[in-house]
Structure formats: structure tokens, C-alpha cells
């Protein structure tokens, strides 16, 4: 069975696999899930996802409980709205401590007023993962080395298994985030299929190339 690589080496572009670096990682290039090792340990109840979602895009940054309620309710959150934040942020804790999540990695979800934050490294998102390779890949096209970033910006692309957070409906905290993912996750597949230029890949871009000016009409990068 093929595995899913959920970490990378920036500098080489070698992928590792669940569970090789022992960590809990957090994927939302996809279906929001949280991984300890190879074991998914993502909260089943969908609010208690989308509070997570929220806590994962904004990590290692205070998010206010205003924006949680903002998340879950928009302008018509009910009058135990704080205390169901509590009660869900609960629920996380739980779900952290059960999984072993905690005592094996430190603590991961902090009460800091006014609100809550998500303690984790670059290399436990997948998101900033992407980032790195993007921009690593961008960085040796301009090098001219376009064989090296056509490979590097395509292992960036393979991190990507749906839409972001297909498993969540986004309110207006979460929508901007989600927007931003896929505007560049369609960056990283320009600067990729100018790679394969460079190297007279013309053919094979040929439908890669249609169907992203289908579907962006009006960005001129894909003219």
C-alpha cells in the first residue's frame, strides 16, 4: 500500500512518512486530519473540526474567542455561545490527552486570553510545508535550475489529496484561509508548469494548461 508523505525536507525534497519523525502533524490540504504517527486522531464532531481548523490556520497565534463565535454562528450566535466554545474547546483537550498527544509531544492547546492558541512547528502542518517547497521550488526556477524545481514543485503538489479542508464548511473566519490555500496551490502549479517549459515539456502541458485558463479566465499568468 502507498503511503502519504506528510513532511519534508525543504533543502532535498525528500518526503518522510507518517510516523517517521515521531510527531503529530495536522493536515489541511484536504480533509482536515490529525495524525500521532500513523494513527488519525481527528475529532469527529463537526464544530469541535471547525474550531480545530481555525486553531490549525491561525497557529502559534492568540485567537480570539470572538472569532470562534464568528466562525460558528456569524452575526446570530446564541447566548451560551461562549460557554459552547468552552465546551468545545474541552472536547479538543480531551481528544489531545486520550490520544497521548500531550504527554508524549507537550502540551498543544494553551487558554490565553482573550482567547486560545495551538502551539505547534512548521514541520507538524502541512500547509507551511507546502509554503517551504513552493517557495524553494520558485527559488531554483529563477536559479534556471528548472529540472530541480519542476521536481520540488510537484512533490509540493502531491501534498495536496482535495480541497482544502473538504471535510469542513467554513464560516467567515475559516473562508479566507481556504480561498488563500487554493490561490496557492494554483501559484505553485504555474510556477511548475513554467519549469516544464523551460525543460520543452510543451506537450504534456498542453491540458494542464486549458484547463486552468477554463477555469481562470481573467488570470493573466495562465495566458
Known amino acids: 500500500m502507498a503511503f502519504q508523505a506528510t513532511a519534508v525536507n525543504v533543502s532535498t525534497g525528500r518526503w518522510l512518512r507518517n510516523g517517521d519523525e515521531g510527531m503529530v502533524q495536522f493536515k489541511v490540504l484536504g480533509t482536515l486530519e490529525v495524525l500521532n504517527g500513523e494513527r488519525i486522531c481527528t475529532p469527529t464532531p463537526p464544530k469541535v473540526r471547525r474550531v480545530l481548523s481555525v486553531l490549525v490556520m491561525t497557529a502559534n497565534r492568540i485567537v480570539h474567542m470572538d472569532a470562534l463565535i464568528d466562525e460558528l454562528w456569524g452575526a446570530n450566535p446564541p447566548k451560551s455561545a461562549v460557554t459552547t466554545v468552552q465546551t468545545y474547546i474541552c472536547h479538543l483537550r480531551k481528544v489531545f490527552e486520550k490520544e497521548n498527544l500531550c504527554t508524549t509531544h507537550g502540551d498543544l ?115
Not at 507551511?128 to 524545481?149: D, P, S
Not at 471535510?167 to 508548469?193: F, K, M, T
Open 109 to 223: 492547546l494553551y487558554t490565553r486570553p482573550p482567547g486560545y492558541v495551538l502551539r505547534v512547528s512548521d514541520d507538524q502542518l502541512d500547509a507551511r510545508l507546502f509554503e517551504q517547497l513552493t517557495a524553494r521550488g520558485q527559488e531554483l526556477l529563477e536559479r534556471g535550475c528548472a529540472h530541480q524545481a519542476s521536481e520540488v514543485l510537484r512533490r509540493a503538489l502531491a501534498m495536496w489529496t482535495g480541497p482544502a479542508l473538504a471535510n469542513i464548511q467554513p464560516g467567515d473566519v475559516l473562508q479566507p484561509y481556504v480561498v488563500h490555500l487554493e490561490e496557492r496551490r494554483i501559484s505553485a502549479l504555474e510556477l511548475r508548469i513554467q519549469a516544464d517549459m523551460a525543460l520543452g515539456r510543451h506537450r504534456q502541458i498542453i491540458c494542464e494548461l486549458r484547463s486552468l485558463v477554463a477555469t481562470f479566465p481573467d488570470r493573466k499568468s495562465t495566458r
